[in-house]
């Protein structure tokens, strides 16, 4: 079983972020599931949300301790929160920031810790500082968990019924992290 944890802010589509990592490893014909952990926070307060991903069905729903994978999707958490409780020396990271790797201080193997300006990616081409679809991409491009084409149908299948232009700025954004 691969087990996610997602640290963010209220408001920066981070639970949309889990259903879109969960909804694309189905798509690869595996077990998932997503779910949010916050109370009566704000928006702009730290939330995580959390995903498993397995060949077999999936029983356990507790929060997740141990992470295979951490997604920060705003850096300036890696000052005030604990991202790498329970991570091991295998757990991957993929980090939302505009620093260099060297530049980024977090107690992981440097081959396991990946960088994205989903920031960036996400005003330029959808508008809004909402990076869940730009960290769609890159968890198809630095892991094994799923493929660009299920993350975009992915995509397709979250946001039907919105806007065919805000499906497209959504798609181009995942293409954009895969091939950056």
């Known amino acids: 079983m691969k087990e996610i944890r997602i640290h963010g802010r209220g408001g920066q589509g981070v639970v949309t972020a889990a259903e879109l990592i969960a909804i694309s490893a189905f798509y690869e014909g595996k077990m ?57 020396e295998n757990t991957i990271a993929i980090i939302n920031t505009s620093l260099n790797r060297s530049e ?27 990076v869940n679809t730009v960290i769609l991409g890159s968890i198809a491009k ?17 946001f039907e019924g919105k806007d065919k232009s805000i499906i497209d700025k959504n798609i181009k954004a995942v293409e954009l992290a895969f091939n950056s």
């Open 142 to 158: 630095d892991t094994d968990l799923f493929s660009l084409a299920s993350a975009k149908k992915a995509v397709k299948q979250k």
């Open 104 to 130: 980024i201080d977090i107690n992981l193997p440097d081959e396991n810790v990946f960088v994205i300006n989903a920031t960036k990616i996400a005003l330029d081409v959808i508008g809004k500082n909402i």
């Open 32 to 88: 998932s599931q997503a779910f949010p952990h916050f109370g009566v926070e704000r928006t702009g307060a730290p939330i995580e949300s959390f995903v498993r991903i397995d060949k077999h069905f999936i029983r356990t729903r507790e929060q997740v301790q141990n992470p295979d994978l951490l997604i920060i999707q705003d850096a300036t958490l890696l000052e005030t929160t604990d991202v790498t409780k329970g991570a091991n």
